[in-house]
């Protein structure tokens, strides 16, 4: 039984993150700056948007599965603009965790990652202060290294 999430989920590869902040702090901001950025040999994939504001989890056998519900897919909020229709991703993996806090929170080293447990399943999170201009490679840097099986700063 999918479960609704408050929160915006992007997807790199088959493998989502979710972005979950307040109302306002940025969640669809960053998602927005995220799907803008071109593969480069350092994030080799597009990202796509799953959801923007809330998402819907769904637990199969050892995986945590997110998806739009149909009503906002391929939509997110724009501010200024309004609702903007992107070329969404259906579904993805949750592989990583995305806490929207100020630029003070943000640990320079996180060691161990923090994880969090969502549907039986522990997740990594990642706090990003949303509108540092690194902020949507940071993510997408991160979610790619969850792609290639490594924890971020693992080699």
């Known amino acids: 039984m999918?479960?609704?999430?408050?929160?915006?989920?992007?997807?790199?590869?088959?493998?989502?993150?979710?972005i979950r902040g307040a109302s306002?702090?940025?969640?669809s901001d960053l998602a927005?700056?995220?799907?803008?950025?071109?593969?480069?040999?350092?994030?080799?994939?597009?990202?796509?948007?799953?959801?923007?504001?809330?998402?819907?989890?769904?637990?199969r056998g050892r995986v945590l599965i997110a998806v739009a519900p149909p009503a906002i897919r391929g939509?997110?909020?724009v501010r200024g603009l309004g609702i903007v229709t992107v070329e969404?991703?259906?579904?993805?993996e949750v592989a990583l965790l995305v806490d929207l806090v100020p630029g003070a929170e943000v640990s320079r080293y996180p060691d161990?990652?923090?994880h969090e447990t969502v549907q039986g399943m522990a997740l990594p999170i990642l706090r990003l202060s949303p509108f540092?201009?690194?902020a949507p490679v940071k993510l997408l840097l991160a979610l790619a290294e969850r792609i290639a099986g490594s924890p971020p700063g693992q080699d």
């Open 2 to 18: 999918p479960e609704r999430f408050h929160a915006t989920a992007i997807a790199l590869a088959g493998k989502a993150a979710l």
């Open 24 to 27: 306002g702090s940025g969640k």
């Open 32 to 59: 927005l700056r995220c799907l803008a950025i071109a593969p480069t040999p350092l994030i080799p994939h597009q990202a796509r948007l799953i959801s923007d504001d809330y998402v819907e989890l769904e637990r």
């Open 75 to 77: 939509r997110v909020e």
């Open 88 to 92: 969404p991703s259906a579904e993805a």
């Open 112 to 114: 161990p990652m923090p």
């Open 132 to 134: 540092e201009a690194s």
